[in-house]
């Protein structure tokens, strides 16, 4: 786009700062896209009236922030995802993380390098640079309330605080109301990071009876009636009440009342553990809507947008609770990483994080249209608009097999026996779809697994 010329007329702070940000603004609202060459640097310097030194500083940034590349006496372009994912050679890491997909047209990237250089050069930017208050500031906390309250649990700056991750916010909830020996029931299969923090803190987990829709609520009553394990008492349930982590299971409001319900009358904590149901409907009250005055209640944001932004927020009961978590929290990783959360706070506080949500929602959606048109219908489990699907194997070999298979592919493949708790729970492997492999690639990871569970007689072909 020969003709662009970027907006600075109320730019404060160094113009070539400010020309960039117009670049990664224009970009994001599409008035830029991909493959536009922009204006030679001399012919832009010109009509901005500024020097060429300042336009060519301006340039580097954007490259610097990979909005665009340089093509020698070409000029430069405005980068596509394609020649981002081209341009380079380092595989994707695979490390068994179930990860959010990238949109084939994101926005996340330069609605990132917008808002940082919005809070670096707000009256606030130096308070954002130093140490956060334990549990986050109260800006920090309201937002997150806010956002919190809106699916329509009890949560004000009072009883939310921030945390560096789900996992940060849960080691504070276990070391904060569980002691050695205490019980906590989970579904026969359950998220690995809980099952290492019950062990290092000496909690027993017990597993509960559950079917494709999740955990049997008479299994719990069961157990909370007879005592799970020689009569101990049941202190907690564990639960993922949206697209669990592995099962992709949703609990029907019926089933999360009567879970209510039960734990209300056996005195029993709730531990929602809810990183994935903005993604969805989210027509289904939480458990914190359902029992507050018992419910811990976790929502990351890393699982819905991106695991770098390491930001979670952490419901607790009442303000007292609130406070022990705050300090359990300072005591173990201090804070949120500031910046993070100042631009998480920004785009809670206009709106711009529905609309990143959205985006990656409409990509799990089109991936599991993917999944559906290859996988046969009933073979495997997933929720609507999930990244991850659930596969039943017949036989444990099958996931080593797999992986090797969908390893080279940079798709995320983890045998069940990762997360079983329950013993005699059957063989499955959990396939990620999200991350930073694009549709081409999922959908031909997807027709090997077709290939190798449903037509190869569970043998494994070494081609790929």
């Not at 700062?17 to 493959?35: Q, W």
């Not at 709730?270 to 939480?286: A, K, V």
């Amino acid at each position: 786009m020969q003709n662009w010329l970027p907006d600075i007329r109320n730019a404060q702070g160094p113009l070539y700062l400010a020309i960039s940000a117009a670049i990664g603004r224009d970009v994001e609202e599409r008035r830029l896209n991909p493959g536009d060459r922009l204006p030679p640097q001399r012919e832009l310097a010109e009509a901005l009236g500024v020097d060429t030194g300042t336009v060519t500083r301006a340039y580097a940034e954007a490259r610097r922030q990979g909005l665009i590349d340089a093509e020698g006496r070409r000029g430069s372009f405005v980068r596509g995802k394609a020649a981002f994912d081209a341009s380079s050679q380092v595989p994707p890491f695979d490390t068994g993380m179930n990860l959010p997909p990238i949109p084939s047209s994101s926005s996340y990237a330069a609605s990132f390098a917008n808002a940082l250089q919005a809070v670096l050069e707000g009256p606030a930017a130096a308070n954002r640079l130093q140490y956060q208050p334990a549990g986050g500031a109260p800006e920090d906390r309201a937002a997150g309330a806010q956002w919190l309250a809106a699916s329509g649990m009890e949560a004000t700056e009072d009883n939310v605080i921030v945390t560096s991750g789900a996992q940060t916010a849960l080691h504070a909830v276990v070391s904060s109301v569980l002691a050695p020996g205490d019980i906590v029931c989970t579904g026969p299969f359950v998220y690995p990071g809980w099952s290492a923090i019950c062990r290092r803190h000496g909690v027993a987990i017990v597993p509960l009876g559950a079917d494709r829709h999740g955990i049997d609520p008479d299994a719990f009553a069961r157990a909370c009636e007879t005592g799970a394990v020689q009569s101990t008492p049941v202190r907690a349930i564990y639960l993922v009440p949206d697209n669990d982590n592995p099962t992709t299971a949703t609990l029907s409001e019926e089933r999360r009342r009567r879970i209510a319900e039960i734990a209300r009358r056996h005195d029993v904590l709730i531990i929602e553990d809810d990183p994935y149901s903005r993604l969805g409907s989210g027509e289904i009250p939480s458990l914190a809507a359902l029992a507050p005055e018992r419910t811990w209640h976790v929502a990351s944001l890393s699982k819905l947008v991106s695991p770098s932004l390491r930001v979670a927020y952490l419901r607790a009961p009442q303000l007292r609770d609130a406070l022990r978590l705050a300090t359990d929290t300072y005591e173990t990783t201090i804070m949120a990483p500031p910046l993070n959360l100042a631009v998480c706070t920004q785009w809670l506080n206009t709106g711009k994080w529905a609309s990143l949500v959205a985006e990656v929602r409409d990509e799990c959606l089109a991936r599991q249209a993917i999944a559906a048109g290859i996988l046969p219908h009933g073979s495997y489990e997933a929720a609507r608009a999930g990244y991850h699907l659930w596969i039943a194997l017949e036989r444990e070999g099958q996931s080593a097999d797999l992986v090797r298979a969908l390893r080279p592919l940079g798709i995320s493949v983890v045998s069940g026996e990762q997360f079983r708790i329950d013993p005699e729970a059957r063989h499955a492997v959990r396939i990620s779809i999200g991350g930073s492999a694009d549709r081409q690639c999922i959908e031909r990871a997807l027709k090997m697994v077709d290939a190798m569970i449903h037509h190869q007689d569970g043998r494994f072909s070494p081609m790929v």
